[in-house]
């Protein structure tokens, strides 16, 4: 394998202050890696429209620059949705005007829906600019289909590439809790079924309630998750936290015993890894990535998105059956190892090292 010591690595992406998955997974990278320095190009910032144009403008200039003098050997693009695809394909552009190896690196839950609303001919230059990057990386089996049946993109381009978790070296004994912490972590919203959680949490039995809380930390729709959770009867059971830092996500998540998240659409919820990884049974839905992950009454259970029928009933049947939540918890743990950050960072160490 090519030795990556000396070589100039730049990853473009999120603002590392920022919330979210892309934030967490480049932060991971960055402190992880061994014996590789990458340089990182902020092009992304929430703010206003003005401040999201100086921060990209910025970048922009900042990687053609050291393309120009010569300062880079590869450039590490991660990709989301949204206004992400046209910045990052202008991204993509320069570094392959350099003739520089350039990995794009696909995040987004909604890439589908966005790209189906552009018109045909951004549609097609997409697919020309995605094709000329030296690797494609996505997130499941199911999105690797996606890009090469709709944006024409080659085999040999693709690179599988689960996002990775840091294992908690320990893991609290949860058989002796006496409340059944049900625990939702993102954007709280319609999206991420923020809503229909809500809903059968109040559908649950009134001995289950009486033994379950609900905690949801994230930001977004708060209000109108706030009022949902009145308009139900329910606020002394359900705690909206908003958002929540990283120290205090791993209190939450060790607290917690069954973790949840009813989405309509989803790369692969870093939230999830995470809550594997700190032993927790899982209720989520067959979307993105999530079905190469959890297999259903395995190491967590599985409910169709929008089913709050359902979903009311895995709950139930979490609260009712403590040893299924241990043996599940304990079952997905196992499965966390697989995406631990160390073994990603080998992988792409590799990636790396293939392409200059």
Known sequence: MTNLKGLNIVMVGASLEQNGGIATVEKLILENISEIEIQHITSHDEGTITHRILVFSRAASQLAL???????????????????????????????????????????????????????????????????????????????????????????????????TKLPLEIPDRSQ????????????????????????????????????????????????????VAQLEISDRVTLLGWIGAQQRETLLSDADVFVLPSYNEGLPMALLEAMGWGLPTIVTPVGGIPEVIQSEQNGLLINAGDVTRLTAAMQTLVDHPQQRLELGKAARSTASLYDIHVYCDRLSALYAALV
Request: glycine content about 8%; overall charge positive; charged content about 20%.
């Open 66 to 164: 050291l393309l120009f003098r010569g300062k880079v050997d590869l450039v590490h693009i991660h990709l989301s949705d949204g206004g992400s695809l046209l910045r990052k394909a202008l991204i993509a552009s320069i570094v392959r005007w350099f003739r520089k190896p350039v990995i794009v690196h696909a995040h987004g839950a909604e890439f589908h829906t966005t790209y189906f609303q552009l018109p045909h001919r951004l549609q097609r230059l997409l697919g020309i600019v995605f094709r000329q990057c030296s690797s494609f990386i996505v997130l499941s089996n199911t999105w690797k289909e996606f890009y090469m049946s709709q944006l024409g993109l080659k085999e040999k381009q693709m690179v599988v590439l689960p996002n990775p």
């Open 177 to 228: 809790s006496p409340l059944v912490r049900f625990v939702f972590l993102g954007r709280v919203g319609a999206r991420k079924g923020t809503f229909d959680l809500i809903k059968a949490f109040s559908k649950l039995s009134a001995d289950a309630q009486a033994q379950a809380q609900l905690l949801i930390a994230g930001d977004g729709d708060l209000v109108q998750a706030k009022e949902l």
